[in-house]
């Protein structure tokens, strides 16, 4: 009997000092949110091994680099006045000439100081873990640093990338790539 009067107790004592707060739309302006949602899509870059030569069949010089897959990414984080920023990322990575998938989650440090009226320089590196797609059941620490410009009332990006999926998957050299893309983050 004594244990039911005590939750009998203990439940009213938690009633008798409920509190509510309500929260009022001005205490938290629409500019003034400190969240941000980010949408990056890119393409890895592989070096051309005919560049600078004539295409037999076209007539055309070979380009330098070579398009070498897709990669598409989003995160959400948390930011000072959109110049510092600390995020949590997800993606789907594919490298064409490893036939690879990767999956990689990382956290990034983001930093993005104005350099004109409208326009951000921005660096974010990052860090997690990799997780292969492919079935070779392949995982590593993920990493990456990239360098852009931004648009500051519209959000849009320009950046390039270089990133590490740390593991390899047939040679003993980690697979990794260079990216160039574009990003959309909303404030």
């Not at 439940?11 to 400190?34: R, S």
């Not at 007539?59 to 398009?67: A, D």
């Not at 510092?84 to 956290?107: E, M």
């Amino acid at each position: 009997m004594k244990p039911k009067l005590w939750l009998l107790f203990l439940g009213l004592f938690q009633l008798g000092f409920a509190q509510v707060v309500t929260v009022k739309p001005e205490m938290f302006p629409e500019d003034d949110k400190p969240f941000y949602k980010k949408f990056e899509l890119s393409s890895p870059l592989r070096v051309n091994q005919y560049a600078g030569e004539v295409n037999p069949y076209t007539g055309e010089n070979e380009p330098w680099f070579l398009l070498d897959g897709l990669s598409a990414r989003a995160g959400i984080g948390t930011h000072y006045d959109k110049w510092v920023g600390v995020g949590i990322n997800v993606g789907i990575d594919w490298k064409a000439n490893k036939g690879l998938i990767v999956a990689p989650v990382f956290g990034s440090l983001r930093l993005s100081p104005k350099v004109g009226e409208d326009l951000r320089i921005t660096s974010e590196i990052g860090y997690g873990r990799s997780l292969s797609l492919t079935g070779d059941k392949l995982s590593g620490n993920f990493q990456k640093i990239s360098l852009g410009l931004e648009d500051d009332d519209s959000g849009l990006g320009l950046y390039i990338e270089l990133c590490q999926y740390g593991f390899s998957k047939v040679t003993p050299e980690r697979i990794g790539s260079f990216s160039i893309g574009l990003y959309y983050i909303m404030f």
